[in-house]
T-cell receptor, first 115, second 113 residues
Framework: EPEVTQTPSHQVTQMGQEVILRCVPI?????FYWYRQILGQKVEFLVS????????KSEIFDDQFSVERPDGSNFTLKIRSTKLEDSAMYFC?????????????FGPGTRLTVT | GNSVTQMEGPVTLSEEAFLTINCTYT??????LFWYVQYPGEGLQLLLK?????DKGSNKGFEATYRKETTSFHLEKGSVQVSDSAVYFC????????????FGKGTRLHILP
């Protein structure tokens, strides 16, 4: 069964450093998303991406964040200068937007720890 | 705005007990409703879904019915197992261009053997 994959599974970085989180969505999907979950809290939407541009972004997704689909398979989230409060689990999701199902398939997540 | 409210945990039950996790929603349109499960150390998995009023989603013995009149989507299971221990998230999506998923805060479930 096709699945969304994410790398790395755990990333530790120092405050102020840039990090890139990588995702490989399901191959025929067209819509891509990033969510984050701060430890013990709810999952929050960050950004959606379609046709090589951002469809929607939340207020969390400020100028420090960017997304890119650099090739036909990867979807990346970049945080330019990490802050302590960026420590969270980051989930990538993709959707094919089939007629009867807009189901988003989630990856296993990348745990980002900012020290 | 759109939001999901679910009962706070943790919920602790004995094996074979009946489970209910309450979930209510507020939505500006006609949402699709979901339950996601997160097992320890893992990502989010879709457990079940319902896309219109009175639909019942079911999977792995879990059920939830889309109740438009009470804006609810309560999760139930007749006989829980230790392996059901996880965090359960109720969620909604408006399934249009603005199709982000909005999650509740999650309910941690502990099942005792």
């Amino acid at each position: 069964e096709p699945e969304v994959t994410q790398t790395p599974s755990h990333q530790v970085t120092q405050m102020g450093q840039e990090v890139i989180l990588r995702c490989v969505p399901i191959s025929n999907h067209l819509y891509f998303y990033w969510y984050r979950q701060i430890l013990g809290q709810k999952v929050e939407f960050l950004v959606s991406f379609y046709n090589n541009e951002i469809s929607e972004k939340s207020e969390i997704f400020d100028d420090q964040f960017s997304v890119e689909r650099p090739d036909g398979s990867n979807f990346t989230l970049k945080i330019r200068s990490t802050k302590l409060e960026d420590s969270a689990m980051y989930f990538c999701a993709s959707s094919g937007r089939e007629f009867s199902s807009y189901e988003q398939y989630f990856g296993p997540g990348t745990r980002l720890t900012v020290t | 705005g759109n939001s999901v409210t679910q009962m706070e945990g943790p919920v602790t039950l004995s094996e074979e007990a009946f489970l209910t996790i309450n979930c209510t929603y507020t939505a500006t349109g006609y949402p699709s409703l979901f339950w996601y499960v997160q097992y320890p150390g893992e990502g989010l998995q879709l457990l079940l879904k319902a896309t219109k009023a009175d639909d019942k989603g079911s999977n792995k013995g879990f059920e939830a019915t889309y109740r438009k009149e009470t804006t609810s989507f309560h999760l139930e299971k007749g006989s829980v197992q230790v392996s059901d221990s996880a965090v359960y998230f109720c969620a909604l999506s408006l399934m249009n261009r603005d199709d982000k998923i909005i999650f509740g805060k999650g309910t941690r479930l502990h099942i005792l053997p």
